[in-house]
């Protein structure tokens, strides 16, 4: 996290891809990945339950269907790593890929008005699933708003890259 923490330590510093995560064939979903993961490392509120105090260091890993975060504390050591099962999310994932093609698509050719009326849709069923990501997570992380919503994006990547 960059500049002044003023103290604070629940939150992740480093943020890398595991293996098990290519580049996506998509250079505008690729785009959203590489941009999720900046704003992630730039600003978090990550709280890991019952965890030893961070900032931590994390790896991104997609398994089975399920994004792992892998988490180590600031001593380096392995702390429980948190498991988002993408299921939960599959509904709501099918409805945002489509605004999403419809928003790539109105911003090339569509109307200001348009492509407006497109983005809030977007961003309304973007506020949906970060709100479900919260909920899913709440008895494992403690996380805020921003940061919920850019792990819902990395999830939404994740999920577009099969």
């Given at each position: 996290m960059k500049g002044d923490d003023c103290g604070r330590t629940q939150f992740i510093a480093e943020i890398?891809?595991?293996s098990s995560i290519g580049r996506h064939p998509s250079p505008d979903v690729e785009h959203e990945r590489k941009v999720a993961i900046y704003d992630l490392s730039e600003s978090n509120s990550f709280s890991p339950i019952g965890a030893p105090p961070g900032p931590y260091s994390?790896?991104?890993n997609a398994v089975d269907n399920r994004?792992?975060?892998n988490l180590k504390d600031p001593e380096g050591v392995c702390i429980d790593p948190v498991n988002i099962p993408m299921s939960p999310f599959r509904s709501l994932m099918k409805d945002y890929a489509q605004i999403c093609n419809a928003y790539m698509e109105a911003i090339r050719a569509a109307k200001p008005s348009r492509i407006e009326a497109i983005d809030m849709g977007r961003r309304?069923?973007?506020n949906e699933g970060s709100e479900l990501l919260r909920d899913a997570l709440k008895h494992k992380v403690e996380l805020d708003e921003d940061t919920a919503r850019r792990i819902?994006?990395?999830l939404y990547v994740f999920q577009?890259?099969?």
């Amino acid at each position: 996290m960059k500049g002044d923490d003023c103290g604070r330590t629940q939150f992740i510093a480093e943020i890398a891809l595991g293996s098990s995560i290519g580049r996506h064939p998509s250079p505008d979903v690729e785009h959203e990945r590489k941009v999720a993961i900046y704003d992630l490392s730039e600003s978090n509120s990550f709280s890991p339950i019952g965890a030893p105090p961070g900032p931590y260091s994390a790896i991104l890993n997609a398994v089975d269907n399920r994004l792992i975060i892998n988490l180590k504390d600031p001593e380096g050591v392995c702390i429980d790593p948190v498991n988002i099962p993408m299921s939960p999310f599959r509904s709501l994932m099918k409805d945002y890929a489509q605004i999403c093609n419809a928003y790539m698509e109105a911003i090339r050719a569509a109307k200001p008005s348009r492509i407006e009326a497109i983005d809030m849709g977007r961003r309304g069923l973007h506020n949906e699933g970060s709100e479900l990501l919260r909920d899913a997570l709440k008895h494992k992380v403690e996380l805020d708003e921003d940061t919920a919503r850019r792990i819902f994006t990395l999830l939404y990547v994740f999920q577009m890259r099969g």
